[in-house]
């Protein structure tokens, strides 16, 4: 990927998620339905990879983090409370000459059409709001609407207390939380970045009120690392602050983190700064009280939260665009040139860590390699593969961005080694099978 935006990688990388399993049109044997997807066999394995990524660098390695699942179908109370009845919406424009519908917001020229490219046939740009609104039990109507939640943050703030009387937290402390989030958006589009369904991975950070700007420092410091750690590219992220007019109704200071997409610096995650807005609005909606007596100040407050919020399906996208490279190899085996596309994935993100292919389906190569698969399932996720050229299966694994291959020859029952192919420099090595995992251990940690 080179420094400036490639519209042409986006359509590589979309074929190739199709072509390799990665992630499907939804009811594609319908003709798919608007801009929803399913994630298939491997991208699954991808999606899995970010989420546990997340999970372990904001739960598993702090103390001062604990996780939640809260419901995703919602009384109006919460949203009422939280203002998104009244502000989660985006003015909505109606194009009078082709019917199409925009976020004026998003428009490069509000006064064009980017469709039919009228000028002026805008109507008047209404608020719509983006929450998707059914019914709980058989009686449609007043007082049965339930909402699916547009973020899983509210769930964090419900339970504030529920977690502060039974997990023995105490400010500065954290509710992490992964899961679907919808939301009725007006333009879906660009593949996964933006679609009605996506999966949050969100992180609520309750701190005295006084120390909220220095861990609104902290969390903007440790996510833009996670993301490099993980293998993107410096200079293909940077962190964004958001100006007066853009924050949320609830945040006094939020920064993105942004990648640099196929069309452009588009946002990954938001950093911001809720004040104590949320559990403010929550007591004073539910009679609860939502403060904190603090011993060691000696006072009573409404802590303050510090939200890193991010998505993982686009964050999954972002992993595979990095990842994407294109070169020029000799072919394996014979010398000739040929070009190869590789997902030069870190080895937590990559879906598959290992490959086992034996050269022949014939049971002398079989029954070794089943035994080196059995070997190595319990420590990693692998794929087994058995038939076409052996160069053909390379590219298909280099595509998947599985790190190592592991082939089982006609030398192995002699010899009981595998020979272990390196996905970004394709140098092979000779490891013999009792030492297969002390070998790829540590290469894949
Ligand atoms: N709780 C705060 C919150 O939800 P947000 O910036 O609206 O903040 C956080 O969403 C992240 O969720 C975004 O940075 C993005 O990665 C992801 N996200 C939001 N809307 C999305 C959509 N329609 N499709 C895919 N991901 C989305």
């Not at 044997?29 to 394995?45: E, K």
């Not at 996780?67 to 009422?80: F, N, Q, V």
């Not at 924050?247 to 983190?257: C, E, F, I, P, R």
């Not at 809720?274 to 539910?286: E, G, I, N, P, V």
Request: glycine letters at 6%; proline letters at 7%.
């Amino acid at each position: 990927m080179s420094l400036v935006p490639d519209p042409a990688l986006f359509d590589k990388v979309v074929n190739l998620c199709k072509r390799r399993g990665f992630v499907f049109p939804s009811a594609d044997i319908y003709g798919g339905f608007r801009s929803t997807y399913d994630y298939g066999p491997v991208g699954v394995l991808l999606l899995r990879n970010v989420k546990d990524a997340w999970w372990r660098s904001m739960v598993q390695l702090r103390h001062d983090v604990v996780g939640l699942d809260a419901a995703i179908l919602s009384p109006p109370a919460i949203w009422e409370a939280s203002g998104h009845l009244q502000n989660f919406a985006d003015p909505l424009v109606d194009c009078r000459n082709c019917g199409e519908r925009f976020r004026l917001d998003k428009l490069d020229d509000p006064d064009e059409c980017p469709n039919c490219h009228a000028k002026g046939s805008f109507t008047e740009a209404r608020q719509f709001n983006l929450m998707f609104k059914t019914y709980a039990g058989p009686v449609e109507g007043a007082g049965a609407e339930v909402y699916l939640r547009p973020e899983t943050a509210q769930g964090m703030f419900v339970n504030f207390k529920n977690v502060l009387e039974t997990s023995r937290k105490r400010p500065p402390f954290g509710i992490a939380q992964i899961g679907k989030s919808f939301r009725n958006e007006i333009t879906p589009g660009n593949f996964v970045f933006r679609t009605r369904e996506f999966e949050q991975m969100e992180m609520e950070y309750f701190v005295p009120p006084d120390d909220a700007p220095s861990w609104y420092e902290h969390w903007c410091n440790e996510r833009m690392q996670w993301y490099r750690d993980l293998g993107i590219p410096a200079d293909r992220l940077r962190l964004r602050a958001h100006d007066d007019d853009e924050l949320s109704h609830y945040s006094v200071a939020t920064s993105d983190v942004e990648f640099l997409f196929p069309w452009g610096w588009d946002e990954l995650e938001g950093i911001a700064n809720r004040t104590d807005f949320d559990l403010s609005q929550h007591a004073k909606a539910s009679g609860e009280s939502l403060d904190y007596f603090d011993q060691a100040l000696g006072e009573r407050y409404v802590p303050y939260v510090i939200e890193p919020a991010a998505g993982a399906t686009r964050t999954a996208m972002a992993f595979v665009l990095a990842a994407y490279d294109e070169e020029e190899v000799s072919r394996e085996g014979q010398g000739q040139g040929e070009s190869r596309t590789v997902l030069r994935f870190h080895p937590r993100i990559a879906p598959y860590k290992v490959a086992v292919l034996p050269l022949s389906k014939k049971p002398e190569l079989q029954v070794p390699a089943t035994d080196v698969l059995a070997q190595l399932q319990p420590h990693f996720m692998c794929d087994y593969d058995e038939t076409q050229a052996i160069g053909r299966r390379y590219r298909r694994q280099d595509e998947l961005g599985t790190p190592y291959c592991v082939t089982v020859d006609f030398e192995t029952p002699d010899d009981r080694a595998v020979t272990v192919r390196d996905r970004d420099t394709m140098a092979q090595d000779r490891v013999p099978i009792d030492g297969l995992l002390d070998h790829l251990g540590p290469k894949l940690t």
